[in-house]
């Protein structure tokens, strides 16, 4: 069994800078990928960014390109998502996940694991 805890989430205003973390425990994680995906109210959850289990395979959404990046620390057994530039339409509930194979995806069916998720709020 994986468990998966989010940190970092909060209230920020446009413009601004956020640092989301998720660390894992339980099963092997090292051969895993990670992934962080958001909701938003209404819609559908969506793919923000995967990083593979060696860290040299890393997707972005469009959405979200030039502002966030994604890392890991196997070590740590943490991922992050440092989110710059954040916008308004960058608020949700941010959720990170893992995936059993080395190789990312941008799809959520895809994903195994998932954490409880943290809220991101940008205002104005």
């Known amino acids: 069994q994986v468990q998966l805890v989010e940190s970092g989430g909060g209230l920020v205003q446009a413009g601004g800078s956020l640092r989301l973390s998720c660390a894992a425990s339980?099963?092997?994680?090292?051969?895993?990928?990670m992934g962080w995906f958001r909701q938003a109210p209404g819609k559908e959850r969506e793919f923000v960014a995967a990083i593979s289990w060696g860290g040299v395979s890393i997707y972005y959404a469009d959405s979200v390109k030039g502002r966030f990046t994604i890392s890991r620390d196997n070590a740590k057994n943490t991922v992050s998502l440092q989110m710059n530039s954040l916008k308004l339409e960058d608020t949700a509930v941010y959720y990170c996940?893992?995936?059993?194979?080395?190789?990312?995806?941008?799809?959520?069916?895809?994903?195994?694991?998932w954490g409880q998720g943290t809220q991101v709020t940008v205002s104005s």
């Open positions: 339980g099963r092997t994680f090292s051969t895993q990928t």
């Open positions: 996940a893992l995936r059993r194979t080395p190789s990312p995806s941008r799809s959520l069916h895809e994903f195994d694991y």
